[in-house]
Nanobody
Framework: VQLQASGGGLVQAGGSLRLSCAAS????????MGWFHQAPGKERELVAA???????YYSDSVKGRFTISRDNAKNTVYLQMNSLKFEDTAVYYC????????????WGQGTLVTVSS
């Protein structure tokens, strides 16, 4: 599967953005899909994930503010980010795995989210 992330940009604190991750090559129903972020000087961190059965996971830092969803017909995963904070500034990557997040099958290219305070 190949992944193409988009939707990043510059937004003021408190604002919203929606990231998209379009998949090609294989259907996303085969995978658990996730969004990671990586801030400058920090490790890449999983912030949200969704299974083929629509079970979701959120890191504590984004719970209640971010929503991950998938549209199987469009083969696309979304990350709706609300109430953005300065500390959400990072490059966001979508990813797909059939098993565990230490064995990622595909990464998207990353999209930059910058939140101004």
């Amino acid at each position: 599967v190949q992944l193409q992330a988009s939707g990043g940009g510059l937004v003021q604190a408190g604002g919203s953005l929606r990231l998209s991750c379009a998949a090609s090559g294989r259907t996303i129903t085969r995978y658990v899909m996730g969004w990671f972020h990586q801030a400058p000087g920090k490790e890449r961190e999983l912030v949200a994930a969704i299974t083929s059965g629509d079970n979701t996971y959120y890191s504590d830092s984004v719970k209640g503010r971010f929503t991950i969803s998938r549209d199987n017909a469009k083969n696309t995963v979304y990350l709706q980010m609300n109430s953005l904070k300065f500390e959400d500034t990072a490059v966001y990557y979508c990813a797909a795995t059939k098993a565990r997040w230490d064995s990622v099958d595909a990464w998207g290219q990353g999209t930059l989210v910058t939140v101004s305070s």
